[in-house]
């Protein structure tokens, strides 16, 4: 077999054979190819898409290029809750310790941000001491004992998707669903969860920026799961304007913290209850629609939080300074409030503009390598709808330097939009696919 049969394959409009997946996916790990080859098939699979069984082939041969994690000693059915990424994203943050405490087995492995969009791991370092890199070993033990782990991505996790990742943002083929979907579900599958829930977002602080788009993608990710014997549902949920009121690690961990003892925002917390819901079906605990008080009373009595607390200590994080002393943690050097230019309703606040503002302020990362300040971000003090005065704070800048902020509040400044009259509440849950 020839890497150029399989390139003139795909390149004609066919359907890759699993022979064909199987030799392209050792030869590019094994470094057979040359790149010019390799981009020469994700152009191809760009413009021809994939069919189904072929997709769900092509995904299974990437998770299994590398480690594949064993959850088989784990108690209960393992239920893995994923997020295509957005602005104030901290959904499982709060998921997960909730998830945990009303019965759910969580072993879950996350990313880091890039851009504009956070990531689970980069938030949970913001914790002091704690550590996101575990052995599989020192993983599943915490799971036993706690029900709940968050860590980083093996580095030997899915090495084919590595490779194809980085020629997909130098080939202009990051945009096809087909690329997409594997790489995500390949991580997915490889991490070893054996029922997988989704969030696919949609909107402007989402990577999906149109229904039609996310849910193409959901249906992808969906149809390459349960053809690979994992069941696995995905719901659309709306992400024009932040999730919360926060954006940016610390401020993130924090507000998370205040949904887990009932007091968070209650989108946030809606989101958290559904989707936790959701993982209780997934795992066998009973209909989605009958958890919902249950899950309240584990947010108002503090069960959740101690979950998170208990996940916290034991990745070696210092709970003391993060739950007991909540109000000196993540502290930036600077803050500046940016103040409505007229009165009115807020009737639009751009997820995106804030997002990349935030990355400016030193909370998220331009290039793959750069440093996180993880006391820097934004915190929104008027939500959408409400009246404000001209004058009033509409959010808080957090940041290590005043030049930090004033690099930031341009883009700021145009993601508030005014109206006369109040606006109607956007509709979160955008739909379901199973």
Same mark, same amino acid.
């Given at each position: 077999?020839?890497?150029?049969?399989?390139?003139?394959?795909?390149?004609?409009?066919?359907?890759?054979?699993?022979?064909?997946?199987?030799?392209?996916?050792?030869?590019?790990?094994?470094?057979?190819?040359?790149?010019?080859?390799?981009?020469?098939?994700?152009?191809?699979?760009?413009?021809?898409?994939?069919?189904?069984?072929?997709?769900?082939?092509?995904?299974?041969?990437?998770?299994?290029?590398?480690?594949?994690?064993?959850?088989?000693?784990?108690?209960?059915?393992?239920?893995?809750?994923?997020?295509?990424?957005?602005?104030?994203?901290?959904?499982?943050?709060?998921?997960?310790?909730?998830?945990?405490?009303?019965?759910?087995?969580?072993?879950?492995?996350?990313?880091?941000?890039?851009?504009?969009?956070?990531?689970?791991?980069?938030?949970?370092?913001?914790?002091?001491?704690?550590?996101? /890199?575990?052995? *599989? &070993?020192?993983? $599943?033990?915490? @799971?036993?004992?706690?029900?709940?782990?968050?860590?980083?991505?093996? =580095? %030997?996790?899915?090495?084919?998707?590595?490779?194809?990742?980085?020629?997909?943002?130098?080939?202009?083929?990051?945009?096809?669903?087909?690329?997409?979907?594997?790489?995500?579900?390949?991580?997915?599958?490889?991490?070893?969860?054996?029922?997988?829930?989704?969030?696919?977002?949609?909107?402007?602080?989402?990577?999906?920026?149109?229904?039609?788009?996310?849910?193409?993608?959901?249906?992808?990710?969906?149809?390459?799961?349960?053809?690979?014997?994992?069941?696995?549902?995905?719901?659309?949920?709306?992400?024009?304007?932040?999730?919360?009121?926060?954006?940016?690690?610390?401020?993130?961990?924090?507000?998370?913290?205040?949904?887990?003892?009932?007091?968070?925002? /209650?989108?946030? *917390? &809606?989101?958290? $209850?559904?989707? @936790?819901?959701?993982?209780?079906?997934?795992?066998?605990?009973?209909? =989605? %629609?009958?958890?919902?008080?249950?899950?309240?009373?584990?947010?108002?009595?503090?069960?959740?939080?101690?979950?998170?607390?208990?996940?916290?200590?034991?990745?070696?994080?210092?709970?003391?300074?993060?739950?007991?002393?909540?109000?000196?943690?993540?502290?930036?050097?600077?803050?500046?409030?940016?103040?409505?230019?007229?009165?009115?309703?807020?009737?639009?606040?751009?997820?995106?503009?804030?997002?990349?503002?935030?990355?400016?302020?030193?909370?998220?990362?331009?290039?793959?390598?750069?440093?996180?300040?993880?006391?820097?971000?934004?915190?929104?003090?008027?939500?959408?709808?409400?009246?404000?005065?001209?004058?009033?704070?509409?959010?808080?800048?957090?940041?290590?330097?005043?030049?930090?902020?004033?690099?930031?509040?341009?883009?700021?400044?145009?993601?508030?939009?005014?109206?006369?009259?109040?606006?109607?509440?956007?509709?979160?849950?955008?739909?379901?696919?199973?």
């Amino acid at each position: 077999m020839l890497i150029h049969d399989i390139i003139t394959t795909k390149r004609d409009g066919g359907a890759l054979s699993s022979s064909q997946i199987e030799f392209f996916i050792k030869g590019l790990v094994g470094g057979s190819f040359g790149e010019e080859q390799v981009a020469a098939l994700l152009m191809a699979i760009y413009i021809h898409g994939m069919q189904e069984q072929e997709l769900v082939n092509f995904t299974l041969g990437m998770a299994n290029s590398g480690e594949m994690l064993d959850l088989s000693s784990l108690p209960g059915i393992p239920v893995d809750k994923h997020s295509t990424g957005g602005v104030g994203d901290k959904l499982t943050l709060v998921v997960a310790p909730l998830a945990a405490a009303a019965g759910v087995t969580v072993a879950k492995m996350s990313g880091r941000g890039l851009g504009h969009t956070g990531g689970t791991i980069d938030k949970l370092e913001a914790i002091p001491g704690l550590v996101t /890199e575990l052995s *599989e &070993e020192a993983f $599943l033990e915490q @799971v036993r004992q706690i029900k709940v782990a968050i860590i980083s991505q093996s =580095a %030997s996790l899915v090495p084919a998707d590595k490779i194809l990742y980085d020629l997909r943002n130098r080939t202009a083929t990051v945009s096809s669903i087909p690329l997409i979907a594997s790489s995500i579900m390949s991580k997915k599958l490889a991490a070893g969860c054996g029922k997988i829930l989704l969030d696919v977002t949609v909107g402007q602080g989402a990577f999906m920026k149109d229904l039609p788009s996310a849910i193409a993608l959901a249906e992808a990710m969906v149809a390459i799961g349960n053809g690979a014997g994992r069941e696995t549902v995905a719901i659309l949920t709306n992400m024009d304007e932040p999730l919360g009121y926060t954006i940016g690690n610390g401020l993130e961990v924090k507000e998370a913290m205040q949904t887990l003892a009932g007091s968070g925002p /209650e989108e946030l *917390e &809606e989101l958290a $209850l559904l989707f @936790v819901s959701e993982m209780m079906q997934l795992a066998g605990l009973g209909e =989605a %629609s009958s958890h919902l008080s249950y899950l309240r009373q584990l947010l108002l009595d503090g069960t959740a939080l101690q979950f998170f607390r208990r996940m916290v200590e034991a990745q070696g994080g210092d709970a003391t300074a993060v739950f007991d002393h909540t109000s000196t943690f993540a502290l930036a050097k600077v803050t500046q409030p940016y103040l409505a230019p007229q009165s009115g309703y807020v009737s639009k606040i751009n997820a995106l503009l804030l997002g990349e503002a935030a990355v400016l302020l030193g909370a998220g990362r331009l290039n793959k390598g750069d440093t996180l300040d993880m006391a820097a971000g934004i915190r929104l003090e008027c939500g959408r709808g409400k009246f404000t005065q001209i004058g009033e704070p509409l959010c808080q800048l957090h940041a290590a330097s005043d030049a930090l902020i004033a690099r930031a509040m341009p883009l700021v400044a145009q993601a508030f939009t005014f109206a006369a009259e109040p606006p109607k509440r956007p509709q979160q849950v955008l739909g379901r696919i199973i």
